[in-house]
């Protein structure tokens, strides 16, 4: 997908659409409202992340937008500061660290690698700031919350890789192979997905080749022939690589070029359906994409507000949402939507009233504005969302359903069916 030039990808810009707002902000666990609702997003907008982070940091600023336009949150402006978390997890440590202690924001929208959430969802408990996460889909947050670890600081708009594992798994039966390898980004989102995806696949009755001796890449890697020709040792019916585009691009291209890949099935998972990696992949010595063939799963989108947001993008950018940016806009709608049910503009408010306007019972709205007039009316909401229902949990997590995505001989990703867990 192409790059978009925001300027709140940086991370010294601040927004608030039509106001200038003052320095002076409310703290994580203040319950001022004097200074309006400040959020945050930590995202990437560079790194291997980029092609569909930017996608994702476009997202946040039109939701701040249309909430501004009618009437902002508690009576004033919500204010957006954007910080690009480089795909890093000591960036986005320091990213985080920026929007609790300095920016003073209330809630944050981020991050999408599940290292640089890992990082970044202690410093956001600590400092009592709302972490909703539109792309980390690591199993290991589900156990973390269960532990108490977040303090109910942390939410996600995307469902854990604990279902999209086995909805891979079941793909893979599908397809009919049987003898499956694996390799993956050495990080809590490959790791997390490859157990999942283990466990599920031998519940079906398959075989992964090399589950004692899984592949598993260092995300700072340059070069990786030895783990290109470990993974499609011995010919498996197929490999499931979990990557992130700028590596996972690589690792598949020397595969190509060892002749080791050649008529074994490459399965992939979200990290990689970016628009630019067939392209990054590169073309064979027949001129063909080298990447053709290819399918994969991604969390897909299938909510009630999902055709409205498609409008709007296609108004505002001549163009159609990228992958997560519906789960991008939900998840800054449950701040704003959040704070003005606990009428005030503060990360315990929001925490507090996060699955109080996401859950049932509560009028079902899929206009954020409509939400946002029925609380000030002190009215529940149930809040549909653009990705889903968004129906939070205890341990911050929700359900969605999983698009089977191909590539073609013209290098295009086209959607061709839909998965689900059993």
């Known amino acids: 997908m ?31 409202t004097a200074s309006g609702l400040k959020i945050g997003s930590l995202l990437p907008a560079t790194g291997d992340l980029a092609s569909i982070g930017q996608q994702m940091s476009a997202s946040v600023p039109l939701l701040v937008e249309t909430v501004n336009a009618c009437g902002g949150v508690n009576g004033q402006p919500v204010t957006l500061v954007a910080v690009d978390d480089q795909t890093d997890p000591k960036a986005g440590a320091a990213g985080m660290t920026k929007l609790a202690t300095v920016d003073k924001v209330a809630g944050v929208v981020g991050s999408f690698a599940s290292s640089v959430s890992t990082a970044a969802v202690s410093i956001a408990a600590q400092n009592k700031v709302m972490l909703i996460s539109p792309g980390s889909t690591s199993p290991v947050f589900t156990q973390k919350a269960k532990n108490g670890d977040f303090k109910g600081f942390w939410a996600r708009t995307v469902p854990p890789d604990s279902y999209q594992g086995p909805a891979l798994a079941e793909l893979a039966k599908k ?58 040792a011995g010919k498996p019916d197929a490999v499931l690589g979990v990557f992130y585009v700028e590596t996972g691009s690589l690792l598949l291209k020397s595969a190509y070029q060892q002749g080791v890949s050649k008529g074994v099935q490459v399965m992939l998972t979200d990290g990689m359906k970016s628009d630019e990696f067939p392209g990054q992949v590169g073309k064979g010595n027949d001129g063909k994409f080298i990447a053709a063939g290819v399918i994969g799963t991604v969390p897909g989108s299938d909510g009630k507000a999902l055709e409205a947001l498609k409008k709007l ?15 991008s806009w939900d998840a800054t709608a449950l701040l704003v939507l959040a704070a003005q049910a606990a009428k005030e503009n503060t990360g315990v408010g929001i925490a507090n009233k996060i699955r109080e306007v996401a859950n049932a019972p509560g009028t079902e709205v899929t206009d954020v504005c409509e939400g946002l007039k029925l609380l000030k009316e002190g009215k529940d909401i149930n809040y549909q969302g653009a990705s889903g229902n968004v129906d939070v949990d205890a341990n911050g997590d929700v359900i969605g359903v999983y698009d089977v995505w191909e590539v073609g001989d013209d290098g295009k990703i086209k959607v061709i069916d839909k998965v689900t867990p059993k």
């Open 2 to 32: 192409p790059r978009i030039s925001i300027a709140l990808a940086l991370s010294a810009t601040t927004i608030a659409t039509g106001f200038l707002v003052g320095a002076c902000s409310t703290t994580g666990g203040s319950s001022s």
């Open 175 to 232: 397809r009919g192979y049987k003898r499956v390898s694996t390799v993956v980004i050495n990080n809590d989102y490959g790791v997390g997905f490859e157990k999942a995806f283990v466990q599920g696949f031998e519940k079906l009755g398959g075989t992964v080749v090399n589950k004692n001796n899984p592949v598993r890449y260092d995300p700072k890697a340059t070069t990786f022939e030895t783990e290109a020709t470990t993974a499609f």
């Open 313 to 327: 993008w296609q108004s505002k950018k001549g163009s159609s949402p990228g992958e997560f940016a519906p789960q």
